[in-house]
């Protein structure tokens, strides 16, 4: 047989096809398989023409045919096609194998299978990648966790293959144990929901609220691409608002159903923030957002019955635009901010509650180019967090400290003009709550024990006795003394 492949891919669709030619570019020779054998030939035939790949018709084939120890990474829809792929595989593997799973799996799975695969000797890691189709071939971000042990095998060829940040080091290094690299990567998707669903509100209000037709709205996001929001995000925004339909004339932005798609990951953030007791609103909005954008027919039927403020409250906002849009660059990069503080909170807890032991400012680095995220602000997280690995939040970092104080008046009048002139900003307005919320020394958490007292006598604790004594008030003179138990969820 000819020379063996360094590594080998299961799964030929949209982000397998361009990881191994990202892969094979580097200069790994790569087997592939994929469970529709004719997709094998296709690509073989195709994109993978005269590339230094091994064709694999079966999985005995494709194990047959690697270097030991064995690296095999699945790029196959998320949940039980990994489970049958492993169960496929393991007769056929030794230890000390690898198998990588790039998908978008649960963290939860990839523990699950990490911890039963060690017991069998064999080395299983869970890979988050993001960057798209192109990301894919040109360079991912690529988030392992998983059995430390197969780290030195996979770090050349994922190092290779990932983005760069402008020093030339890779968006790719090792996360941490068990499904550490897929919950990294699940964060990164839901801040990614928070941060589109804050670009959709502030064209919202451009164009809904104030009037904007796409071509004027379009400069605006190109040039807030040449400061602090200079992100992949903001980019394509600018792009996708300068295209016209080459049939009618018309921008293509205006000529799609307002109704969002989702796969999940943004749901997943959220109900781990829920599971783990993280405040992160923005992203649970962000997921609200594209469920109310879901339900057209129920908001079309809707809106005549309805009334919003009128006319009359946009009238008031025909000044000057450029203004406007100044509030609303600040308003946006708050936000921003505001929301990757709570994506960060996620990370922090689930880190102390699986002893992880996470690096947040290698994470912002895995971030900084090839994902979705991307953007320069993330260079600047890294910084805060390596100048205070310990940061207990990240709006505490001097430099976000400044730009929050700084464009708080802003923040808060943009807000004020999309109440008034009745445009939705979910995620805008969660980020304000948050950070008012935040700072808040006294929130009003006293009256609210006192209802659950009153009603439940679930007792309290007092600001004139010392933490963990609990109290409980006979309030209407005709209930019992008998406290509840203090158990949190
Ligand atoms: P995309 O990158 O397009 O979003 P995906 O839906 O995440 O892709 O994954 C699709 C891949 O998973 C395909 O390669 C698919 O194989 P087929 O071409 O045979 O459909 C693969 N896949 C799905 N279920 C699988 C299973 N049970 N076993 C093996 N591969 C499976």
């Known amino acids: 047989m000819d020379k063996l492949a360094d590594i080998g891919v299961i799964g030929l669709a949209v982000m397998g096809e361009n990881l191994i030619l990202n892969m094979e570019s580097k200069g790994f020779r790569v087997a592939c398989h994929n469970r529709t054998v004719d997709k094998v030939d296709a690509f073989l035939a195709g994109r993978g023409q005269g590339k230094n790949l091994i064709g694999c018709r079966t999985l005995e084939e494709l194990v047959a045919s690697l270097e030991r120890p064995r690296r095999i990474m699945f790029m196959v829809r ?3 096609a990994v489970d049958q792929l492993i169960d496929a595989l393991e007769p056929m593997l030794e230890p000390g194998d690898i198998l990588v799973d790039g998908g978008n799996s649960s963290y939860l799975d990839t523990t ?18 993001s960057g798209g189709e192109e990301g894919a071939l040109l360079g991912p971000s690529i988030m392992p966790g998983g059995n430390a042990q197969a780290w030195p095998a996979l770090k050349p060829i994922f190092q290779a293959i990932a983005a760069k940040v402008a020093d030339g080091t890779p968006c790719c290094d090792w996360v941490g144990p068990d499904g550490s690299g897929h919950f990294v990567k699940m964060v990164h998707n839901g ?15 451009l164009s809904q609220g104030l009037g904007m037709s796409a071509d004027q709205i379009q400069p605006i996001f ?45 749901k997943w953030t959220s109900q781990v923030g829920l599971d783990l007791g993280v405040a992160i609103p923005q992203i649970a909005e962000a997921v609200f957002a594209r469920f109310l954008s879901a339900i ?3 908001r079309v039927a809707a809106g005549p019955y309805l009334s919003g403020p009128g006319k009359a409250a946009s009238q008031g906002s025909d000044g000057d635009m450029s203004a406007v849009v100044d509030q609303l660059e600040k308003a946006v990069y708050a936000a921003k901010i505001c929301s990757y503080a709570q994506g960060f909170q996620l990370l922090r807890a689930a880190s102390m509650e699986y002893g992880w032991n996470l690096n947040f400012g290698e994470i912002a680095l895995l971030w900084r ?22 940061l207990a939040n990240l709006v505490l970092a001097p430099y976000f400290r400044e730009v929050l104080a700084g464009a708080q008046a802003a923040w808060r009048t943009v807000l004020k003009t999309a109440v008034d002139l009745g445009v939705p900003a979910p995620v ?36 004139d006795k010392p933490r963990g004594e609990f109290f409980h008030t006979n309030w209407t003179g005709t209930g019992g003394e008998t406290a509840s138990s203090t158990y949190n969820v």
């Open 78 to 80: 998320a949940g039980a």
């Open 112 to 129: 699950r299978r990490c911890t039963d695969l060690a017991a069998k000797g064999l080395l299983y890691v869970g890979a988050g990648v």
């Open 191 to 205: 801040i990614e929901y928070g941060d589109m669903q804050l670009i959709c509100e502030a064209y919202h209000l």
């Open 222 to 266: 190109a040039a807030w691409n040449t400061r602090e929001l200079d992100s992949y995000l903001i980019e394509i925004t600018a792009d996708i608002l300068g295209h016209v339909d080459p049939e009618s004339g018309t921008p293509t932005v205006d000529l799609i159903l307002d109704t969002a798609g989702q796969k999940g990951t943004g």
């Open 296 to 298: 057209k027919d129920e």
């Open 369 to 390: 180019e090839g994902c979705i995220i991307r953007a320069r602000f993330l260079g600047t997280i890294k910084e805060a967090y390596d100048a205070d690995p310990d």
């Open 428 to 463: 805008m307005a969660a980020s304000l709550c948050y950070y008012d919320g935040y700072r808040c020394e006294r929130l009003p958490a006293n009256l609210l024990q006192a209802q659950r007292d009153y009603f439940g006598a679930h007792t309290y604790e007092r600001v």
